[in-house]
């Protein structure tokens, strides 16, 4: 999975298969978490965010779970499409600064017919 | 449609030319901010703004300079580009002055090549 200053891991799923992307963080002060997607020649997209104060919330087809005693993101997709290829990276706010979010490197998701 | 705009989207320049690239949003946001996005680096933040006249350097400000003289433009200038500022940048913008709190929404990008 993915960590804040690793080098870009890849996923390789079959289509209709669900897809998990994990990022790790090191600050257990962070407060703030968000997934984007960037497909490529794109800006990051937003995909879904969640604070320190909760472990689960979803969205249309993604989940993102957050444990903090371990410090471990996660981001849940289910019935993985072809469209859905592309990099995939979190970001948290480390809580020192309401301007800054700390991007990670990614994840390749790539989804296979 | 709600949207930030960057222009030009690809752009090759010789080292020592003053280049500035223009980002715009029309969503009314308070906060905007410049990355630059480098293979096995990831994101990272150049600089941001927090409203208009207000802005603070990020993680890598060395050879910027922007300006925030109305709310709605965020213009990143290169005074004298360097190859090692050869990247794909990208200006962001959220809602209320703490871009670090909530959704950034990012533009297409610009691909620059310093020779």
């Known amino acids: 999975g993915e960590s804040v200053g690793l080098h870009l891991p890849t996923l390789s799923v079959q289509e209709g298969d669900n897809s998990i992307i994990n990022c790790a963080y090191s600050n257990s002060a962070s407060d703030y978490f968000i997934w984007y997607k960037q497909e490529s020649g794109k800006g990051p997209q937003f995909i879904i965010d969640?604070?320190?104060?909760?472990d689960k919330r979803q969205g249309q087809r993604v989940t993102v779970l957050l444990n903090k005693t371990v410090k471990h993101l996660s981001l849940q997709i289910a019935a993985t499409q072809p469209g859905d290829s592309a990099v995939y990276f979190c970001?948290?706010?480390?809580?020192?600064?309401?301007?800054?979010?700390?991007f990670g490197k990614g994840t390749l998701l790539t989804v296979n017919p | 449609e709600a949207q930030v705009t960057q222009n030009p989207r690809y752009l090759i320049t010789v080292t020592g030319k003053k280049l500035t690239v223009t980002c715009s949003q029309n969503m009314n946001h308070e906060y905007m901010s410049w990355y630059r996005q480098d293979p096995g680096l990831g994101l990272r933040q150049i600089y941001y703004s927090m409203n208009v006249e207000v802005t603070d350097k990020g993680d890598v400000p060395e050879g910027y300079k922007v300006s925030r003289k109305e709310k709605r433009n965020f213009p990143l200038i290169l005074e004298s580009p360097s190859p090692n500022q050869t990247s794909l940048y990208f200006c962001?913008?959220?809602?209320?002055?703490?871009?670090?709190?909530?959704?950034?929404?990012f533009g297409p990008g610009t691909r620059l090549l310093v020779l």
């Open positions: 970001a948290e706010n480390d809580g020192g600064s309401n301007y800054k979010l700390t």
């Open positions: 969640i604070r320190s104060n909760m």
């Open positions: 962001a913008s959220s809602l209320s002055s703490q871009g670090g709190q909530e959704t950034q929404y």
